[in-house]
């Protein structure tokens, strides 16, 4: 058992509004500068009081979520350079879905080997190595003179998205106190986010431009952001958890020093890490404990899967991607009303998840995933409605448009308030450390499939069925997701990495698990 250290009364309002378990110095004395103050015993157990490693920890887990903007932007510009691309290198529409949707399907490729990848060369080092690859990729697009050029630079830059994707999460988890985790490990999403809405402000500055420039400008703008991750491998330290998979013992524990308030605190995270890379030298070959799970592995692949194929199966990326398209068959007519509507979709987008960071930790998991796809079931469900009323004449244009921009506004907020961050938090936290590099990146892989299946058949499917069809499809898919929210994703706020294999273990199933149990387990002893 893990102890806080203090008393009950001692407890400051932690990070981003939640209660700490750990006492920030810097929280209950002076501002001043406090020199850091040591005191050694004959073993070597001193205790030792240093500000900032809170501060740290969030400075990393920024650092390390960089790479998320360089996705974003992409999905983000590419629904409007998909305009221009049309005109100037004269696509059809298979090839615009082809396109759009091939991103995902490389991805879950850079997904699969980042895991393996990050085990042998670090975490840090797959960090550079994803945005280098990204870089790459921008390039080849921005000065591709066909769509045979422009494809290789997209697969290429998929690649290195999905090693980023990969990565950042796993780090995270391995970095924050279980206190923090939850807020930290959302902190990716919202950078996916704010790199939506670079690519729309992207959009709309450069649309003025001749066709057969514009869109290599917004795609060119893409490499800029990846440049800053040379900056940040100077900066964040290695994980420790992967630290002492290598043997690295000591080089774990300074780092640990670093990302803890106190020396016994690093030494309790330094035991566990080490008591669970025990478990790996006896235990079978990761993929094949994978593919052959017992039944505590089967029920966290259950849960992290499953979170991962409904995020995008609601259709998030059909919607992102081809948000001019749906403003289209809702009225609106000009491209720059079109890129401006889609620019208010990305900044609810943005603001929203900021809302939802600050929430992951205080009110749990579960509750903002039940929120979420209630929320986005309900969007989708009046979205179609309009759309279906608006073809068959039956609603006047004005309020079909207010209506359809007001829907996708709200179906974006209510998927970054849980289950868009909050898939990646459950997928980094709810696998043990032997398992947790290829088990995420197995997630991302049915993450990445699922969104590129999505992508790439959107627009077949309207002119199939219409956009109001398909969207009532979506809204059915996303039913689905709040029956097994309920019956297969647990609790897992305020758990460490290490108690939550044992919520796994001790649970009949993942819907049996009490909301409060994180509380009554790390809080109330």
Known sequence: ???????????MPGFLGRKSRYV????VLPPEPEPEVEKEDGAGGGVRVRGGARRHVFLCSVFASLNHVLLGYDVGVMSGCIIFIQKDLHIDEVQQEVLVGCLSFISLLGSLAAGRTSDAIGRKRTIGLAAAIFQAGAAVMALAPSFAALMAGRLLAGIGIGFGLMVAPVY?????????????ASLPEIFISFGILLGYVSNLAFAGLPDHVNWRVMLAAGILPSISVAYVLTVI???PRWLVMQGRTGEARAVLLTVTETEDEAQERLAEIEESARVTSAGKAVWREIMRPSLVIRRMLVAGLGVQFFQQATG???LVYYSPTIFRDAGIATEGHLLAATVAVGLSKTIIIVIAILLVDRVGRKPLLYISTVGITACLAVLAATLSLLARGTLPGGVAIALAILTVCGFVAFFSVGIGPINMVLSSEI?????????VGLGLAVNRLTSGAVAMSFLSICRAVSVAGAFTAFAAVSTLSVAFVHWFVPETS???LEEIEFLFGEAGSAGEVELGDGEHLVHGR
């Open 1 to 11: 058992m893990r102890h806080s250290g203090v008393g009950d009364g001692a407890g």
């Open 24 to 27: 920030r110095m810097d929280d």
């Open 172 to 184: 995270i988890s391995e970095i924050s106190p279980a206190a923090l985790r939850g807020s930290l």
């Open 237 to 239: 330290p290695e994980s």
């Open 316 to 318: 998030i990326d059909a």
């Open 431 to 439: 696998y043990p450390l032997r398992l947790r590099a290829q088990a």
């Open 494 to 496: 305020g758990k460490t």
